[in-house]
């Protein structure tokens, strides 16, 4: 257990900042689940709308330290092949 008032603060901030970031995991995690399932059975045009709001959430959670710019580009790379490749077999 911290005992100095700054330990204990920074128990809190990182408690506070781990709590954000897995919010904004879940976000983009629940929103590509959701563009899956569009891919799998819904139409082109709906995916091709939640595919721009997960470039929005990624984009956001890039520019944070929750997740590597890197990460973000390959992410919106793989799920736009997707899209691209559901266009081509419809």
């Known amino acids: 257990m911290a005992h100095s008032l700054s ?3 920074r128990i809190r901030q990182n408690a506070a900042s781990r709590s954000l970031n897995r919010w904004r995991k879940r976000t983009y995690r629940e929103a590509i689940k959701e563009f899956h399932e569009l891919i799998l059975h ?3 045009e709906d995916a ?3 595919l721009d709001a997960i470039y929005k959430i990624l984009d956001k959670v890039a520019s ?3 997740m ?4 973000a580009a390959r992410y ?3 799920l736009s092949a997707r899209l691209n490749a ?3 077999a419809a």
């Not at 590597?68 to 990460?71: D, P, R």
């Open 48 to 50: 091709k709308k939640q």
């Open 42 to 44: 819904g139409s082109v």
């Open 68 to 71: 590597h710019k890197n990460t």
């Open 64 to 66: 944070t330290s929750a």
């Open 86 to 88: 559901k266009k081509a």
């Open 7 to 9: 330990a204990k603060k």
């Open 76 to 78: 919106k790379s793989r």
